[in-house]
């Protein structure tokens, strides 16, 4: 679960059940970040209820703050539910581009490390000495 993790509302009421469906959905994207960037994520998620003459529009928008960066994501229908499970799919989406980007640089080291080590000593075991 998110550490800091906020949930705003902008012409609208949330009712429990809405809450925690967002808090459930929103608030376990975490397992999709890098371990050491856990800590230092911030989420903020603003439901809105924009209300037309002929049609009522729910808007979803998450911001999520990151050491390298912040996520954006928005998304407006009809059912506020809806909006909450779109902007998750559009998160985890974005968090895999975010954890590509900025992956530790240690583990394409020691992956480089460990294939040297295996070309190395294959070719040296292939060298027969002469006699």
């Known amino acids: 679960m998110l550490q800091k993790f906020e949930v705003k509302s902008v012409h609208t009421d949330i009712d429990e059940s809405l809450l925690k469906?967002?808090?459930?959905?929103?608030?376990?994207?975490?397992?999709?970040?890098?371990?050491?960037?856990?800590?230092a994520a911030h989420a903020i998620v603003e439901l809105k209820e924009s209300k037309a003459k002929n049609q009522n529009k729910y808007t979803c928008k998450v911001m999520l703050h990151l050491p390298h960066g912040d996520l954006n994501v928005s998304e407006s229908t009809m059912n506020m539910y809806a909006a909450v499970d779109i902007i998750e799919t559009k998160l985890k989406l974005q968090i895999k581009k975010?954890?590509?980007?900025?992956?530790?640089?240690?583990?394409?080291?020691?992956?480089?490390?460990?294939?040297?080590?295996?070309?190395?000593?294959?070719?040296?075991?292939?060298?027969?000495?002469?006699?």
């Open 98 to 131: 975010y954890k590509e980007t900025h992956a530790s640089s240690k583990l394409s080291r020691h992956l480089s490390a460990r294939f040297r080590r295996r070309t190395n000593a294959t070719s040296v075991s292939d060298v027969q000495p002469e006699l």
């Open 21 to 39: 469906y967002v808090t459930k959905k929103i608030g376990r994207l975490d397992k999709y970040l890098p371990r050491y960037h856990r800590d």
